[in-house]
């Protein structure tokens, strides 16, 4: 421990040689390692100080108990945890107000998704079919210079599908 880190000496030293009532609740807390040295010693030898040391423990032990005896004030915030439980009957009707609001879009958005789902099943088959003639013209060389185009090809229909469907909410709507 460096130097800096002990108290100065006018907060451990009274004027009389006595220790500081400071110094004493360091010494009670365990905390030796921040007075300089001769203070444990003091203790050892003085009765004076060795008193009020015992003092302040015991002062400090019933301090403990008092505050273990009585209930915080009222007036004390406890964890949300313990104050308060989580509304699940309001979520729920928050839950089912949303789904309701949906609803209007979720079937008007539905009447193409049986030709959207079949059109993406047909990129994705024709994705796999060429990655797989790819990956089989070669070795591990040429299954590994697949993969870049197999993913490359795999965005450009992610995005053609995007704009498709942009384009097609653009027209329901007037073109906003």
Partial sequence: MQNDDKLSPDLVWQADGHLTEIALTVLGDG???LLPEGAS???AR????????GRAALLSLRAGELLRAHPAPSGAREPAALRDPLPIPAIAVAL???TLGAAPSLV???GGLRERLAALWHACSVVVRTGCAVA????LSGWLTALPWL???LLVI????VAWTREKQLSLHGGM
């Fill in 108 to 110: 008007a958005g539905a």
């Fill in 158 to 161: 992610v995005g053609v599908g």
């Fill in 41 to 43: 010693a003091h203790v």
């Fill in 151 to 153: 993913s490359a090809a």
């Fill in 46 to 53: 003085c009765a004076t100080c060795s008193s009020e040391l």
């Fill in 136 to 139: 089989g013209s070669g070795a």
């Fill in 31 to 33: 905390e030796e390692a």
């Fill in 96 to 98: 089912a107000l949303s």
